[in-house]
């Protein structure tokens, strides 16, 4: 039997809400209903939760607002507690982490510093952009790490769309993106703002109706798109983006970015009104600073097969944030959604069992494959790494994805309900976001 509960119910904080941090929390709530032998706190810097492989929908303007999660509301109907803040370092000898002020938008002080002890810490924040020092890409590119930079992003395209279209008779001038990093964040972004930005001309959004197209141009390092699958898929994505006139610069490393546009190695610039970085991730940069824990050169904490972090078998690290070694493979469980969902379905029995002083299970990553999606044009993939699907049935698997994050936040019945509504909304709003 663990100690803890000699004083009380085991602490259990998780830092981070998203796909991993929010499934667990919502999982362990539900045991505590019934066990006072755990107490669950969940710990994030927004209130609200969107699943991350959406917000490029989100910064194309044509995601549902209403898919936002309350964090309270969660909390209350999932049994566990919620608390608004940034995790800003961990003292691990006293159990404890303290949480950063919480300002307002004028940087007034809402909430002051917080400290929370614990019994057992998972860390679960996801994961940033990496900008491998690029210079020039923090200050010009806009970011889709989280949902707060996905919306800053909707209202940058729309705004600059207006500005450029309305001023084109005197300059002759289109509104030109670039997208760097061809990976799936990167193809499915570029996919969606040739859509939208089309919806914004028969919106009215262009004046002069010339018909113009946005130039998209995506650029990546590697000499050919979406990595993560077969050369065949990847090839057919390429030419169905090409189809779409998306500009397709493959082999080109950036080497600068700039107000006006992305410098290419070599002399090559591409101009760009707007910059899109989606080109690799790292962890976020206070997780260098945890009090000793062992860290890799993407600022991931590293963990054991339990997904105990190497150096404190009191703190978990799970989702896009943890270093963990994939079993019969080379290097790390891939940044998946899939990922973070069989991890957080695993530690939610073992911190459980890990309570009643049982031995926690190992982590194996089940690779299902991965999927892309095209927006309204097309969805491609591999399925358990070798059946290649596309079309009506690679859409299916690629909806699929969410509607199992959602039945393990919501259950199936208010997955259902929320399905339902959101179908029936559709059908009386517009497709996309205008403002």
């Avoid at 044509?62 to 507690?81: C, G, K, P, V």
């Avoid at 809402?110 to 929370?116: K, Q, T, V």
């Avoid at 061809?182 to 004046?207: C, K, P, S, Y």
Wanted: net charge positive.
């Amino acid at each position: 039997m663990d100690e803890s509960l000699v004083r009380g119910a085991h602490k259990i904080v998780i830092v981070g809400g998203g796909a991993a941090g929010l499934e667990l929390a919502s999982a362990l709530g539900r045991r505590a209903r019934k066990d006072a032998s755990i107490e669950i706190t969940l710990v994030d810097a927004s209130p609200t939760h969107i699943w991350k492989p959406l917000l490029h929908e989100v910064a194309a303007g044509i995601l549902d607002t209403t898919e936002a999660l309350e964090y309270l509301s969660q909390a209350r109907w999932r049994y566990f507690n919620f608390r608004l803040g940034t995790m800003e370092c961990l003292d691990r000898e006293k159990k404890e982490i303290v949480l950063s002020p919480t300002l307002n938008e004028e940087g007034e002080e809402l909430i002051s510093h917080r400290s929370f002890s614990h019994d057992t810490l998972v860390i679960a924040v996801g994961s940033v952009s990496n900008s491998f020092g690029i210079r020039g890409v923090e200050k010009h590119c806009q970011f889709l790490d989280n949902a707060r930079q996905a919306f800053k992003f909707q209202k940058h395209l729309i705004q600059t769309f207006m500005r450029i279209y309305s001023r084109r008779p005197s300059n002759g001038k289109g509104m030109s993106i670039a997208i760097i990093g061809a990976g799936a964040t990167g193809v499915e972004l570029a996919a969606e703002l040739h859509n939208v930005t089309r919806q914004f001309a028969i919106h009215g959004l262009d004046e002069n109706k010339t018909g113009e197209a946005v130039k998209i141009s995506l650029i990546e390092a590697a000499d050919r798109l979406l990595p993560a699958l077969p050369d065949r898929l990847s090839g057919a994505t390429a030419r169905q983006l090409g189809e779409l006139g998306i500009q397709l610069m493959l082999g080109r490393r950036v080497v600068e970015v700039t107000e006006s546009g992305v410098m290419i190695e070599g002399g090559e610039k591409v101009p760009a009104d707007i910059k899109v970085w989606a080109a690799g991730i790292k962890g976020p940069d206070w997780l260098c600073s945890l009090d000793g824990l062992q860290i890799n050169l993407v600022q991931q904490p590293m963990v054991e097969e339990t997904l105990q972090t190497t150096r404190d078998e009191n703190i978990f690290a799970i989702g896009d944030c943890a270093a963990c070694a994939w079993a019969g493979h080379e290097g790390n469980v891939p940044p998946r959604a899939q990922a973070a969902h069989q991890q957080a379905i695993l530690l939610s029995k073992s911190l459980v069992d890990r309570v009643k002083g049982k031995a926690l299970k190992s982590y194996r990553y089940k690779d299902y494959g991965s999927l892309v999606s095209l927006g309204k044009y097309s969805t491609v993939g591999n399925l358990m790494g070798s059946v290649s699907v596309g079309g009506f049935i690679a859409r299916v698997f690629y909806l699929s994805l969410y509607k199992m994050h959602q039945i393990e936040v919501h259950g199936y019945f208010k997955t259902a309900m929320l399905t339902l509504a959101t179908r029936l909304r559709k059908t009386a709003t517009s497709h996309i976001k205008l403002h």
